[in-house]
């Protein structure tokens, strides 16, 4: 069975910083990618996703993450974050054979103003 | 246009009760989910249904069931609430999901905050 982790669970940084959020996952072969944000009393939305392609795929409210097949990972990044991404996110994997995403712990990101 | 809507947002309700939780998509699609959210924020896929037919039913207990009277609508009932059922329960929706090679994406309603006492 896959399994996603994501080993950052609590992330705290002061506006501006840059971010990185990782997620790794444990399926070698074909992988669907996906990360959504969860802000406080939300429901889940998408950030971003990687089906094929370029590996380096970019989301919505300035959001990055790299798709690295030999690493297994797909990390999250942002150079500079702001009070307004205070959220949840989760790191999300798809792999052939199975039609529902596994979902990661998630990592809670508190900004600082 | 809310695209994954769930009624109610909160309910709170005694232990012992029978309550249901609605879902609705207007996106089209084929096939629906509903998630179960610990207050660990741990996502946890419960139901699976495609076009009305249940497609995964993962280790959940039978006292929860769910009903899809079509394929826009995908209804959760709950007998006998316990104190463990507590948790916020999302709905969800994917365009053909239940097709392996398909690159889905999974859209979320607003979530239910379930609270038994």
């Known amino acids: 069975a896959q399994s996603v982790s994501q080993h950052n669970h609590h992330v705290i940084l002061s506006e501006a910083a840059s971010l990185e959020l990782g997620c790794n996952y444990s399926?070698?072969?074909?992988?669907?990618l996906f990360w959504y944000v969860q802000y406080p009393g939300q429901h889940l939305q998408l950030l971003l996703k990687?089906?094929?392609?370029?590996?380096l795929v970019k989301g919505i409210k300035g959001f990055e993450a790299e798709f690295i097949k030999s690493k297994f990972s797909f990390n999250l990044r942002k150079p500079s974050v702001q009070w307004s991404d205070t959220a949840e996110y989760f790191c999300a994997v798809k792999s052939g054979g199975s039609y529902i995403p596994t979902f990661g712990r998630g990592t809670s990101l508190i900004v600082h103003p | 246009d809310t695209a994954v809507s769930q009624t109610p947002k909160y309910l709170v309700t005694q232990m012992g009760n029978d309550k249901s939780i609605k879902c609705e998509q207007n996106?089209?699609?084929?096939?629906m989910y509903w998630y179960k959210q610990d207050s660990k924020k741990f996502l946890k896929i419960m139901f699976s249904y495609n076009n009305k037919e249940l497609i995964i039913n993962e280790t959940v207990p039978n006292r929860f069931s769910p009903k899809s009277p079509d394929k826009a609508h995908l209804n959760l009932h709950i007998n006998s609430l316990e104190l463990g059922d507590s948790a916020v329960y999302f709905c969800?929706?994917?365009?053909?999901?239940?097709?392996?090679?398909?690159?889905?994406?999974?859209?979320f309603g607003p979530g239910t905050r379930l609270t038994v006492l």
């Open positions: 996106l089209g699609h084929d096939t």
């Open positions: 399926y070698g072969g074909t992988v669907n």
């Open positions: 990687y089906f094929s392609g370029d590996p």
């Open positions: 969800a929706s994917s365009h053909k999901g239940w097709s392996t090679s398909s690159t889905d994406t999974q859209y």
